[in-house]
């Protein structure tokens, strides 16, 4: 990759993560049913750190795609 003009790095596309309650929102479900499916499903795209949860925004939408939960 060439160095820009300014000799600037480019800088990372910047992740954005949504909570379970972000999630349900949504989907317009209940916070507890995005919990549950995230415990029940492995292939449901989470990022835990203990006891935080979080959703990587890009992953979690093309996992939905791929189900057919939206367009």
Do not use: C
């Not at 003009?5 to 910047?14: S, T």
């Not at 479900?29 to 959703?55: C, H, K, Y």
């Amino acid at each position: 990759m060439a160095a820009p003009a300014d000799g600037m790095e480019p800088r990372p596309a910047r992740h954005e993560y949504l909570t379970p309650h972000d999630v349900a929102r949504m989907l317009q479900v209940n916070q507890r049913t995005v919990l549950r499916w995230a415990a029940e499903d492995p292939s449901m795209p989470t990022f835990r750190m203990g006891r935080v949860i979080r959703f990587e925004q890009v992953a979690l939408v093309r996992w939905l795609r791929k189900r057919g939960r939206i367009t």
